[in-house]
Nanobody
């Protein structure tokens, strides 16, 4: 009965902002690192950002660094992705994942195989 439900996607013009949310249930949320991935048409799912169990550590893909911020609220069992300065190439379905692996400087949990659970995704479309 584990569920990850993303929300907050939509259509936005280049340069705009969106905040994605992922609400988790059926798991001990604070025992999981959380991540955001995205998949554009015709492409493989790619890593965007991850955050460790406590929220004290984050790691980002180079192409979003400085524009996106991942955060979590363990009291609300929710992870967020604040996306600013959006570009058309950010257009994709964005997925939330939960990982039982421990985040460390040697393992930033950037692979899809690192994650145990996935949400259904939310569409982000950035127009030029």
């Amino acid at each position: 009965q584990v569920q990850l439900v993303e929300s907050g996607g939509g259509l936005v013009q280049a340069g705009g902002s969106l905040r994605l949310s992922c609400a988790a249930s059926g798991l001990a949320f604070s025992s999981y690192a959380m991540g955001w991935f995205r998949q554009a048409p015709g492409k493989e799912r790619e890593f965007v950002a991850t955050i460790n169990r406590s929220g004290a550590r984050t790691f980002y893909a180079d192409f979003v660094k400085g524009r996106f911020t991942i955060s979590r609220d363990n009291a609300k069992n929710t992870v967020y992705l604040q996306m600013n300065s959006l570009k058309p190439e950010d257009t994709a379905i964005y997925y939330c994942g939960a990982s039982s692996r421990y985040y460390s400087t040697s393992n930033r949990i950037t692979g899809t195989d690192d994650y145990d659970y996935w949400g259904q995704g939310t569409q982000v479309t950035v127009s030029s």
